[in-house]
Every structure is written in structure tokens, then in C-alpha cells.
């Protein structure tokens, strides 16, 4: 059962997390490449903001994002704009979107996401808190996923094993983190490959941050994933 209190107590403290760092960066610094290929730190920051807008969109039955066009050109009109400008508009969304998670509601009700997804409105702080955590990693500022704390990165994990299972590009895969935590996920059939490491290189494997060098796969070829 997810609890929606504690994970959006966890995507305030994470905001601030955010906002302390980037607020030691200048404007230069925010047009920098960050480490999404093609992304600007600024456009991460836009990025960022605009997700906790789409995100009150879907705890109020509303689409998540006009369109998928709409959700690039926000991000491209918003990723040129000073660092000040950046921080205010990352924190009034922020707020906005603690605002309207922390009213009362019905989180045990299906919501929709993009594309077709699906999920219970309690799970909607948690993948903000990815959001913020992760993108807050892409920067590259710093933070590392090995600052990530422990039960976020097995939670982030088990879901990400979540999504890939079953799907027809992933062949079973077995993951074990080294300093405790089992998964499985893609096929039902065949034998697994089994992936072991530390919980943070899984991550970054899973979420597409890492190339997964550091994972041992008892020789056999790493599988490849599908971008999510």
C-alpha cells in the first residue's frame, strides 16, 4: 500500500533538496548540457516545473498534458529563462502541486497518466518524488545516485522491474542488489539472466542513467531496455 502522507513529505524535502543546490548555480551554469542527451540544466529545471502542473492536472481528472507537442514546446519556451526565474517557477509548481495532493481525496481511484498509463492516485507523490530526485542527479551538479536514499532506490527499482515485466523486447532477467533486494522482471519464459550490483548502478541501468558496466551478468550479454 502506498502512503501518499509520507511520499509527499519525501517530495518536499527533496524540493528543497533541489532548490539548495541550484540555487548556488549562476545564470551561466543553467545553460549548460546537462546529462540527458539534447537537455540543457534549464531544460531539466522547465521540465520539472511543468511535470507538478501535469501532475494537479491528473489528481483533478484532467489530461495530463495537452499534447505531447504542447509538453516540448513548454519545456523548450521555459528552458531559456534565467536561474531566478528557474527557482521560482520550480517552487510555485511545487507548491501548487503539495497543495493539491495534500487536500482530501479519494487515493484509492485510478487516474491516467500519458499514454494510456494508468495508476492509483496514491502512487502520484511517489513518482513526483522520482521526478524531482532523479532529474535532480541529471543536472549533474553533484548529487549522485548513490546520494539517493536507500529506500528509494529499492522502491524506484521495484517499479521500474514493474514496468518492464512482461514486455516482449526484455528477455527474464533475475536482479539482485548487493547489498540486499531481489527482483525479476521482463519475460515469464526462458531462463533469467541473472544482473548483479549495487542498487544504485541497477538504477541507473533500469532508468537509463547508466550504461550498466558495473553490473555483473555472470558473462552472459547484458540484455538491452527499451527507453521508458
Do not use: C
Amino acid at each position: 500500500m502506498n502512503d501518499h502522507v509520507r511520499d509527499l513529505a519525501s517530495v518536499r524535502e527533496a524540493t528543497d533538496r533541489l532548490l539548495a543546490a541550484t540555487g548556488k548555480l549562476d545564470n551561466a551554469d543553467v545553460t549548460q548540457p546537462s546529462r540527458l542527451p539534447g537537455w540543457t540544466r534549464g531544460h531539466v529545471l522547465a521540465h520539472l516545473a511543468r511535470n507538478a502542473d501535469a501532475l494537479v492536472n491528473v489528481l483533478e481528472g484532467r489530461p495530463m498534458y495537452e499534447s505531447a507537442e504542447a509538453r516540448e514546446a513548454d519545456i523548450e519556451r521555459d528552458a531559456v529563462r534565467p536561474l531566478a526565474v528557474q527557482q521560482e517557477d520550480v517552487r510555485d509548481s511545487a507548491a501548487r502541486f503539495d497543495a493539491t495532493a495534500a487536500a482530501p481525496a479519494d487515493w484509492s481511484r485510478t487516474v491516467a497518466l500519458r499514454n494510456g498509463v494508468t495508476d492509483s492516485a496514491s502512487r502520484i507523490p511517489f513518482r513526483r518524488l522520482v521526478e524531482v530526485e532523479l532529474h535532480h542527479v541529471d543536472l549533474g551538479i553533484g548529487y549522485e545516485l548513490e546520494d539517493l536514499a536507500e529506500e528509494f532506490t529499492g522502491r524506484e527499482i521495484a517499479f521500474l522491474a514493474d514496468r518492464f515485466a512482461g514486455h516482449p523486447d526484455v528477455p527474464a532477467i533475475e536482479l539482485a542488489a548487493t547489498g540486499g533486494g531481489q527482483w525479476r522482471t521482463g519475460s515469464t519464459e526462458g531462463d533469467p539472466v541473472h544482473v548483479t550490483g549495487g542498487a544504485p548502478d541497477l538504477l541507473g541501468w533500469l532508468a537509463g542513467r547508466r550504461d550498466g558496466s558495473a553490473l555483473d551478468t555472470a558473462g552472459a550479454p547484458l540484455p538491452a531496455l527499451p527507453p521508458l
